[in-house]
């Protein structure tokens, strides 16, 4: 077996890896691409490799799939699951079912799950194992989700998850697993922050693999699992129809602060994507913040309604083009365009909207003595494993439909850094909030400050 060279792509923002593997001949296997194709060429291109297979190993509600365009422009071979009609050339793989490529072959392992159609994939090299890409189902430290279907195939397809686990634990300690999940995704249930494993490793560690039997794992799995962007509920249908191909890179057309302010009256939404200082000193009225940043792409997806008109407000520093290719990645691909010269070409002929106080753990501490309630948009998981002690927990995904639960008077809105935190912020005021602050560092930085511990548990973690 000679040296494999596999090339991991990935995307911290999404929280997975695409892989690249250089089959030898010049040609390469690129396996589950997203739209983002650029490092993936560029890898590609670097070692003079022709992507001759885009392989999937499931359909994917997280992020929109490159595997057609792969398809379209490089002329690939897909290579999916089955999963009915889909609207692009593919080769639909089964349960053992083997895809020969040189001097490596490709086997299909039904690992459902995650999904129903879910398949990892074998890795051969002149006949000997090499390593397997599990996808969403063997993950490191976890599994894949199996909340993604529907609420009645959630437990179904947990009990799957299981039975697919005990499958891939057949095969040697030593066997690489290269997973496309990982830490950051919202594919995954928890979760370390490696993002290759072994059979052995996860034989040893995995905590949802020391569950006592199928219940128990079940159990785990379903008690680990946060809430995820609705978006989810829409991308799979996306990606199963072939998403449009993005032939050229997409792009942000300029628009007057007059042509901006027309399509607000019309109902378009204002994505602010600079950083949360620069909209904390003016923006938008109605505007929403989310900085531009890995994550951007899932807040942009989470937060962003699909059928209204997208306006961006970027900082001269800011590429349009990345701005543009996030969106694309969650299904915004055509976006009405952004503000020509940002924020100062509105401000020369519109009012801003009332800046957002921006504080420190001195002041944060100050505003609690006089009254000031504190509302923390994190993830459930994160408030429970550590918040200020009477802190307020409503998830910033839901926090538009919880408008009602948030406390009367001076608020301060935060999460682990005051980037999410200001996307809260934007929300409030958008709601004819006033006197809004966001606090600029975490829990642990508020307890330092006043010498006190975080709280913990979940008792106030009600809304979502
Ligand atoms: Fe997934």
Redesign the pocket.
């Known amino acids: 077996m000679g040296s494999l060279n596999l090339i991991p792509v990935v995307d911290e923002g999404l929280g997975n890896s695409t892989y690249l593997l250089d089959l030898g001949d010049g040609r390469a296997l690129v396996m589950d691409p997203e739209r983002d194709l650029r490092q993936v060429r560029a890898e590609a291109s670097r070692r003079g490799l022709s992507m001759a297979y885009a392989v999937e190993t499931?359909l994917?509600?997280?992020f929109i799939s490159g595997v057609a365009e792969l398809a379209a422009v490089e002329g690939a071979t897909v290579l999916a699951p089955e999963v009915g009609p889909r609207g692009f050339a593919h080769t639909g793989l089964t349960d053992g079912q083997t895809v020969e490529m040189g001097r490596f072959s490709l086997q299909a392992l039904h690992t459902p799950g995650?999904?129903p159609e879910h398949l990892s994939y074998v890795l051969l090299e002149d006949g000997d194992l090499t390593g397997i890409f599990t996808?969403?189902s063997l993950m490191v430290g976890t599994a894949?989700r199996t909340d993604?279907l529907s609420p009645e195939m959630t437990v179904p397809l947990a009990r799957a998850q299981y039975r697919s686990l005990q499958r891939l634990m057949e095969f040697p300690d030593t066997t690489p697993v290269w997973p496309?999940?990982g830490a950051g995704?919202f594919?995954s249930a928890g979760g370390s922050g490696d993002r290759v494993t072994t059979i052995g490793a996860e034989r040893a560690t995995n905590p949802l693999r020391q569950a006592d039997g199928e219940d128990a794992f079940v159990a785990a799995l379903l008690g680990s699992l946060g809430t995820f962007p609705d978006y989810f509920l829409r991308l799979g249908e996306t990606n199963k129809a072939g998403p449009a191909v993005l032939d050229a890179r997409p792009r942000l057309t300029p628009l007057s602060a007059a042509a901006v302010g027309t399509l607000m009256t019309d109902g378009a939404q204002v994505i602010d994507a600079r950083q949360p200082a620069d909209y904390a000193a003016g923006h938008l009225p109605g505007s929403l913040s989310i900085p531009f940043r890995p994550v951007f792409a899932t807040w942009l997806g989470w937060l962003a309604t699909p059928d209204r008109p997208v306006v961006i407000v970027r900082g001269p520093d800011q590429d349009p083009v990345d701005i543009a290719t996030a969106a694309a990645k969650v299904g915004f691909d055509t976006l009405a365009g952004e503000l020509d010269g940002g924020y100062p070409a509105w401000t020369q002929g519109h009012p801003g909207a009332e800046p957002v106080s921006l504080i420190k753990p001195g002041q944060l501490i100050d505003r609690l003595q006089t009254g000031a309630a504190v509302l923390d948009i994190r993830q459930s998981g994160e408030y429970a494993a550590g918040h200020l002690p009477g802190a307020v927990n409503i998830e910033l995904g839901y926090l538009a439909g919880n408008l009602a639960g948030v406390p009367e008077g001076p608020v301060i809105v935060m999460c682990g850094h005051g980037e999410r935190a200001m996307g809260g912020a934007s929300i409030l005021a958008a709601s004819g909030r006033t006197g809004i602050a966001v606090f600029t560092g975490g829990p642990a930085d508020w307890a330092s400050a006043a010498g006190r511990p975080v709280e913990t548990g979940t008792v106030m973690a009600a809304a979502r």
């Open positions: 499931h994917h509600a997280d995650h999904s996808g969403g894949g993604l496309t999940h995704s594919c």
